[in-house]
């Protein structure tokens, strides 16, 4: 019986036609790539405004606060004394990718957190601003739906 194979022949014009649709449709995604680089902006944009999402960041240290209110800047939004990093997001896309990130040399240490400073002596709390919620997933799988339909 092993000898024997089961072959299953599906003659159908219309699946036939809506597989070949799909091949297609993936063979150029940089449109949907170009629709997923503006949810990570759009994303990345709602955690500068919510000051962390889901989650809110950690509050700055009081010596921050202090040096902030001396300078003119607090009160204030926590990493955004002058909007530089906010404003240093960018997007790039392709037919195969969509990439989000800073080319700024700080914006590491406020997304990873770490040791900063005169011989490292500050610790600065990780506060992701380039994080995905759930809703931003399923926001991505919405349009990858939509695009492959």
Wanted: hydrophobic share 35%; proline share 5%; aromatic share 6%.
């Amino acid at each position: 019986m092993a000898n024997n194979p089961i072959e299953i022949k599906i003659d159908n014009q219309e699946v036939k036609q809506r597989l070949l649709e799909l091949a297609h449709r993936g063979e150029n995604l940089r449109p949907l790539m170009k629709n997923i680089a503006g949810i990570l902006a759009y994303s990345t944009e709602e955690t500068f405004a919510n000051e962390g999402r889901p989650d809110k960041w950690l509050d700055l240290s009081e010596p921050t606060k202090k040096q902030r209110k001396k300078s003119g800047h607090w009160p204030g939004q926590i990493l955004q004394v002058s909007g530089q990093l906010a404003s240093s997001i960018n997007t790039y896309y392709d037919g195969n990718s969509a990439i989000i990130g800073s080319n700024l040399d700080y914006a590491a240490i406020h997304q990873l957190g770490g040791q900063a400073g005169k011989n490292k002596s500050v610790t600065i709390p990780a506060r992701p601003y380039l994080q995905l919620t759930d809703e931003d997933f399923e926001e991505i799988l919405e349009s990858t739906e939509g695009f492959l339909s």
